[in-house]
C-alpha cells in the first residue's frame, strides 16, 4: 500500500477520488457581486418561501445536495455517506436536512472550514474503501448567522469596518470511487487543521484571527507534498476578507513564502466591487458556493488545472467570547486536480 | 480488497482496529453511582478550579483525552488526528481542548451520539490507512446544558418525570494500526444512522425521542451483520433512560426482534438506585465515560468478549424547539471485541 500519510497533518489519496457533482446556490446579494453567472441556481429571497430563516436554510442546505446529486446522475439513494455541518448551533440545517435525505450521516462542525473538512474525510472514506458515493454539503444565511452570533437585525447595529457579511449561500459536492466523465476533477490529497489561535479576542475581526490558521495550513501543505505556490493554479482561501487576505500574504512573507499572485479568497470575490460589504463575504456557504460554483467550472472547462481550497474556521461562540476567550481558528485544504 | 460496505448502513473493517487506550472521568453525581469504581478520576466538583462551568468541561475532555494516550502508552504527537465534539454551541469544549492538544482535528457534532460517530470516523480511518492512532473524545456537563439548553440553575425550575440528567463526564478512546497488548480490545464494524423522527416534540423527553433511532440502528446493524442479539454479550444504548429503553424494547419486539436480557443503557446504571434522576442520565459525557471506564474495563478482563455500542443522539436545538420543530435523531452503532 501506498504510504498515506506525509507528515504530520497531510494525507494523499492511494487512488484519486473522483469530485463527480456539484451544486451552488445564492441568494439576492450574491447575484448582486461578480461571482453571479457561475452559481446553478439563485434563491429569490432570504425567506425563500419558508416561515423562518432558519427553515430557509434548511432549504438551501437540502437543495444544495439533492441537485448535486442528481448533477452527478445519481439519486441520493446510491449516496453512502451525507457529511455536513452549518453555523447554527447543533448544526440543525445539516440535521434536518439529513432526516429529509434519508442518507446515513456524520455530522460535522468546523465552522467555515466544513467544506473543506468534509470533503477531507469524504475523500478519506472513499479512498479506504467504505464508500462508493459521497455527498458533502454546507450552508450559511445571514439573518440566521446574524441572530445567532451578532445583534438582532432589527436593531440595525452598525458593522465595524473589520466585518464580513455572512453569505446566504450553500454549496454541495458528489464524491465517487469511479469518474462519470473525463472532466471529473479529482481529490490528491489533503492537510488537516491544527487549532491555532494568536490571541485575538475582537469577534467583528473574524479574517484577522483566521489569517494564521491559514498560512499554518498552506505552509506545511507545501512543505508536505514539497510544491511551492507556483505548482498551483490558485490557492483559495473561504473567507478571509480583504484584510485577512492581506494578513496571509504578510504571514507566509515572514516565513520565506510568496503567495501573492497564486491566491485568491471567496469572502473577497463573492462581493468585489458592491458597497457596504465592508472586508468582503464569509460563512460555510461563502467558499463551499464558490468551490462548487466559480471553480468547479473552471475546473471543468479546463481553464486553471490544479487548486488548494483552503476553508478557515473561527471556532469561537458567542459564550466564549463573553467569558473573555481568544478566537481558536482552524484551516483544512483540499488539494485538487482538474480532469482530462 | 474485502468488501468494506454491507447493506445500506454498516462498514466492516478489513483488518480489526485496535482500542488501545481509555479514560474515564465523572464528577460528585456520578461518584454516587454503582458505576463509581470503574471510572479512572472523579472531578472533585463541578468547577474543578475553573473560573467557569465551560472551562471546567473543556478541563474534562482535555485531561480524558491526555490520559487516554498516555494509558496507550503514547505521545499526543503520536496521534495523528483527534475526532471529538460535545453538546455545547460551536463544540467549544472540543474545540478549545484542540487548541491545548496540537493534535490536527476533525470537530463533528452528533448530540450524544458523539463517541459512536467520532469512533466510527476513526475506525475507518485507521483501517483505510490514512492514520496510525487517533484519540477519540467527548464530554458533558450538567451546569453548562442546563444553561445553553434548558434554564438558569438558579431558578430552581422543577424538572419533569421524563427529564434526564446530564452526566458530568468525558470519555476518551486511542484506536491504533496495531495492538499495544493482547488484551486490547478490537473495532470490527459501525453501523452509521440515519436521522430518524417520529414526531417527539417534547425536548424533556429525549428517551421517547431517541428510542426509534436507536431501534432503527440496532435493528438495521442485526440484518446487516446476519447477527441475532444473543450474538451479543450486551447491546448498550448511550443514553435511553428507563422510559426510552423501554420505548426500545417495545420497538424492537414489533419489529420481531427480542433485545431484553442482552439490552444494557448507560443512561439507567450511570444513576441507578439515586434519587432525583428521574430517567437516569443523558449527555455525550454518559455514554463514553461508560464505555471508557465500566465496559473497557469489562472486555480487558474477559468478562464479556462481544458489545455493540449504540450512541443515540437528539439533533434538536433550543432555536429548532421554539419554531415548533419535532427532535430529529440519531444513533451509531459500534461493534466491539475483546481481546484474547
Known amino acids: ?50 416561515e423562518s430563516f432558519e427553515k430557509a436554510e434548511q432549504k438551501f442546505f437540502r437543495t444544495a445536495a439533492e441537485k448535486a446529486i442528481a448533477k452527478a446522475g445519481r439519486h441520493k439513494n446510491e449516496m453512502d455517506f451525507l457529511i455536513g455541518g452549518d453555523l447554527l448551533n447543533q448544526i440543525i440545517s445539516a440535521s434536518f436536512s439529513a432526516r429529509e435525505l434519508s442518507i ?3 455530522g460535522i462542525y468546523g465552522a467555515c472550514s466544513s467544506m473543506a473538512e468534509s470533503m477531507t474525510l469524504g475523500s478519506m472514506l472513499v479512498d479506504g474503501g467504505f464508500a462508493e458515493h459521497i455527498i458533502c454539503a454546507t450552508s450559511s444565511h445571514f ?46 490529497a489533503a492537510t488537516v487543521g491544527n487549532v491555532v489561535d494568536l490571541g485575538v479576542t475582537d469577534s467583528t475581526n473574524m479574517g484577522a484571527a483566521m489569517a494564521p490558521a491559514a498560512a499554518e495550513t498552506i ?23 480583504t484584510l485577512g487576505s492581506e494578513l496571509l500574504l504578510d504571514l507566509s512573507r515572514q ?51 490544479h487548486i488548494l481550497f483552503v476553508a478557515t474556521g473561527a471556532l469561537l461562540s458567542p459564550t466564549s467570547v463573553m467569558q473573555g476567550e481568544s478566537i481558536p481558528c482552524i484551516a483544512h485544504a483540499v488539494e485538487i486536480e482538474g480532469g482530462r
Open 143 to 188: 439573518a440566521t448567522a446574524e441572530r445567532q452570533f451578532r445583534m438582532p437585525l432589527e436593531l440595525g447595529t452598525p458593522q465595524t469596518p473589520t466585518s464580513q457579511n455572512t453569505a446566504t449561500a450553500a454549496g454541495a459536492a458528489v464524491l465517487s470511487r469511479q469518474a462519470q466523465s473525463e472532466r471529473d476533477a479529482r481529490i490528491c
Open 104 to 106: 446515513p450521516f456524520f
Open 255 to 305: 516565513c520565506g513564502v510568496e503567495l501573492a499572485g497564486v491566491h485568491q479568497d471567496c469572502g473577497v470575490m463573492i462581493y468585489k466591487g458592491m458597497k457596504g460589504m465592508h472586508c468582503g463575504g464569509s460563512g460555510c456557504g461563502c467558499g463551499a458556493s464558490t468551490l462548487a460554483g466559480y471553480y468547479w467550472r473552471q475546473l471543468r472547462s479546463g481553464k486553471i488545472h
Open 1 to 50: 500500500m501506498k504510504r498515506k500519510h506525509v507528515g504530520r497533518q497531510t494525507v494523499v489519496m492511494e487512488r484519486p477520488v473522483y469530485w463527480t457533482g456539484a451544486y451552488s446556490i445564492g441568494c439576492t446579494r450574491e447575484k448582486e457581486g461578480p461571482l453571479s453567472p457561475y452559481f446553478d441556481e439563485i434563491a429569490p429571497d432570504a425567506r425563500w418561501g419558508e
Open 219 to 241: 505552509l506545511t501543505h507545501l512543505e508536505e507534498r514539497g510544491y511551492r505556490p507556483g505548482d498551483y493554479d490558485a490557492i483559495i482561501t473561504g473567507d478571509l476578507g
